[in-house]
């Protein structure tokens, strides 16, 4: 929200008040309090009229520092607030001569007293400021008040994240308003708002505000991020890195890391679409289809009509489509699927739900006690209020039914429009509770699926989220038209989410909205299965692959095929998601924050730490990318790309530009059917060992996630040595474009296509391999 006009003006209607001077600074242990006035104090009688600001610090996480900052303390808190970790480690606090710092770890916020200033810095170098009239108390003639805070931006300083944001991937010089709307993937609007934000200075910003935040990066004052609410108290963290990667682990330290899907939801999953035609027969259709053609398929999903229209949600199979729901899902089962059904949390009038929700008060109401309702999805629609525990107790057990009738995930769509003219139940603030919604309705969803199904198999696929609701995968796109400007659009909102603290992410194979031509179709499958989840999944249109062409069928089965070898690997990105924070998709700053080509890089991202992935968002197949220093190996063809510079090729449907980073210890399955297998069993490890000096490893988990063995690979010039922690059935090593051998140990050798594949003798723990000279 823009307070001023140009430079020197204020906007009309506003009045501003900054914090000007410190006139006191008060040390307690592990915080300091600041009350800053808004106008230099030259006598008593200035001290005589407000406004004043109380400025508290303190450290809820080492490297972090938490500023709150308030005007009038009387108010009534009515909540809700984001369920933050509970920790506050030692900081070091000391005042001298009416200044103050407060030190965590590695990072200090300094007040001086005089010329107003909070400065940042950490390891001998400011990190930001808040300066003059950084910190500002703006009323206006409305009645209305805001608190704001501006950081100073460095030269060439980029700001990332706030969600999934679809507009340009780097924040700067954009308006965002952070309040959860149903605008699809291209607009300025987004269903994920999420309140924080990083830049390529080694430092993050978590805005502790579950209402409307708004910012505006480098857009009012192109050299400031300012971030405003309504309200009479402003609080948020700066956290220090340095690295992105430290970043992320941090915050998310902070509002939780996502916890481990199950293995299956990796696998591709397939829709009903939505407003299609469909019965058992139309499903079963679709999947024998799938089996005809060799195409392996996971995770079967029915959309919103497999309950009765005007109906949603009664958590009822269409009994005239879906006569025998039991025994479809136990046939959908025995073909070795799991099963997905759509729901949103909003009872339409004639479900039979809706007169037991109203009678019990499991709605929001309206001010005269009434219940809140509207016509805009479902006729006559109410919205369950999870802010009541018995509400969500009846939601969670209409879920459960369908669990215990084979239903494995829920499509938790919807939890956006949500309204502010209403009353909670336990009495919270409205207008905070818009975004925060979505955060008690998956909440609930994914703790009855954990309880239901067990640790290590609950998820959902979301489409709103807040802050914390990465805590609770899978989150996909929403919806984007079938062409390629939204496959890329989509891809720039996956990024910045991945940004903002979220592991997990998958969008609509094809597009959601009309019927994607054949090449958007074949070029999105390359993308989808890329990906950390897999969706074919349509509007208007179904979206097998036949339906478009035959090569279509060539495209999914090869891609398909490729994810499931791969899994050995990207299960254990996702185990790094669960333990660090980090997300399976990487925007590229993420893993070379040190080199600048990367760090406006939206077209091309890293599929964990070592995989390079560049979609063709042309029907030509052309396309142009970035790949960073060192020598990387393209994984169809094994052909070695030098980096450092830009590359532009063609591709045919059946590749897309997938690069093995340098000294990469990569491990591939040995099936390429199925998600979920036992991934060290015929495993074999794929060493990009391009340098003369190298130390590598990879670690190979169980299906469930836990660690089973660790394999490390050093190269000393032409002695190559790999160990492993623990021996691993059927381990085949693959030392990629490496033609000879001079002699080894403990293993048997013999050269192949893509270079000569090592394997070791049984229960060998460590193999030594000496390399012809070049």
Request: charged letters at 20%; proline letters at 5%.
């Amino acid at each position: 929200m823009k307070f001023t006009d140009g430079y020197w003006m204020i906007r009309a209607g506003f009045q501003p008040h900054y914090a000007a001077e410190a006139s006191s600074v008060t040390a307690t242990p592990n915080r300091l309090r600041v009350l800053a006035t808004t106008r230099k104090i030259a006598h008593r009688g200035d001290t005589l009229q407000g406004p004043t600001l109380t400025i508290d610090l303190s450290s809820p996480f080492e490297d972090v520092i938490r500023v709150r900052i308030s005007h009038f303390a009387g108010g009534i808190d009515k909540g809700p607030h984001f369920q933050l970790s509970d920790l506050e480690p030692e900081a070091q606090v000391c005042v001298q001569d009416g200044s103050g710092t407060l030190t965590s770890g590695k990072l200090s916020a300094a007040v001086d007293r005089e010329n107003w200033e909070l400065n940042f810095s950490a390891e001998g170098k400011q990190v930001t400021k808040s300066g003059s009239k950084g910190i500002g108390y703006v009323t206006s003639d409305s009645g209305k008040a805001y608190l704001h805070e501006q950081l100073q931006l460095e030269v060439g300083e980029l700001v990332y994240g706030l969600g999934e944001r679809f507009t340009s991937f780097v924040k700067n010089g954009q308006v965002v308003e952070l309040w959860n709307a149903d605008g699809g993937t291209g607009s300025d609007q987004a269903y994920k708002n999420i309140p924080f934000y990083m830049t390529n200075k080694g430092y993050g910003v978590f805005i502790n505000e579950p209402g409307v935040v708004s910012l505006e990066v480098a857009s009012e004052k192109v050299s400031k991020v300012q971030f405003s609410v309504e309200g009479e108290s402003l609080d948020y963290f700066l956290i220090y890195g340095p690295t992105p990667k430290e970043i992320l682990e941090k915050y998310t330290a902070i509002t939780g890391r996502p916890e481990l899907p199950p293995a299956w939801t990796f696998g591709l999953w397939l829709t009903t679409s939505f407003t299609t035609s469909y019965d058992e027969a139309t499903v079963s259709s679709f999947i024998k289809g799938m089996e005809d053609r060799n195409l392996p398929l996971h995770v079967f999903h029915f959309d919103c009509f497999w309950m009765r229209a005007f109906h949603w949600c009664d958590f009822e199979w269409d009994p005239e489509v879906f006569p025998d729901p039991v025994g479809l899902l136990k046939r959908l089962k025995g073909r070795g699927l799991h099963v997905c059904v759509w729901i949103n949390p909003y009872i339409g009038q004639e479900s039979a739900l809706f007169a037991e929700g109203k009678e019990n008060g499991y709605f929001l109401k309206r001010a005269d006690g009434s219940v809140w309702q509207w016509d805009k999805w479902q006729p006559g629609m109410a919205i369950v209020d999870f802010t009541n525990p018995e509400a969500s107790k009846w939601f969670a057990n209409k879920l459960a039914n369908l669990v215990d009738m084979g239903v494995d995930s829920f499509k938790t769509d919807f939890g956006e429009r949500i309204p502010i003219d209403c009353v909670y139940h336990d009495g919270s603030d409205p207008e905070k509770m818009h975004n925060y919604y979505t955060y008690l309705y998956n909440e609930c969803v994914y703790n009855l699926l954990k309880g239901k199904t067990g640790a290590g198999e609950a998820a959902v696929f979301a489409r709103s989220a807040t802050a914390g609701c990465q805590k609770f995968p899978v989150h996909w796109g929403g919806d984007c038209y079938s062409d390629f400007p939204s496959m890329a659009e989509s891809l720039r909102g996956g990024l910045s989410l991945g940004l903002s603290g979220f592991g997990f992410w998958s969008h609509d194979i094809g597009g959601f909205e009309g019927m994607p031509p054949a090449d958007v179709y074949k070029r999105w499958i390359a993308f989808g299965l890329l990906s950390s989840h897999s969706r074919l999944h349509g509007s208007t249109s179904y979206r097998v692959p036949w339906l478009f062409d035959e090569e279509s069928c060539d495209v999914l089965r090869s891609f398909t095929n490729l994810k499931c070898s791969l899994m050995p690997y990207l299960f254990g990105k996702a185990i790094e998601a669960r333990d660090h924070g980090w997300p399976v998709m990487r925007a590229m700053i993420l893993e070379f924050p040190d080199d600048p080509a990367c760090h406006t890089l939206d077209r091309q991202y890293m599929l964990g730490d070592s995989l390079l992935v560049a979609p063709v968002f042309s029907g030509d197949g052309e396309v142009t990318y970035y790949v960073p220093e060192g020598t990387w190996t393209d994984y169809f063809t094994g052909k070695e790309i030098v980096g450092g510079r830009w590359i532009t090729e063609k591709h045919g449907y059946l590749t897309a530009p997938l690069l093995i980073r340098p000294n990469t210890v990569l491990p591939v399955g040995a099936n390429n059917e199925s998600p979920d297998y036992d991934y060290g069993n015929d495993l074999t490890i794929e060493i990009y060992a391009t340098l003369d000096s190298l130390q590598s490893y990879c670690e190979v988990a169980t299906v469930t996630g836990e660690k089973r063995s660790r394999i490390d690979v050093n190269r000393s010039g032409n002695n190559i040595t790999i160990m492993l922690s623990d021996p691993l059935p059927g381990v085949k090593f693959r030392l990629v474009n490496i033609s000879n051998i001079h002699s080894a140990t403990e293993c048997s050798y013999e050269k192949g296509a893509r270079g000569i594949l090592v394997v070791p003798q049984a229960h060998a723990k460590s193999i030594s391999i000496d390399l012809e000279d070049r």
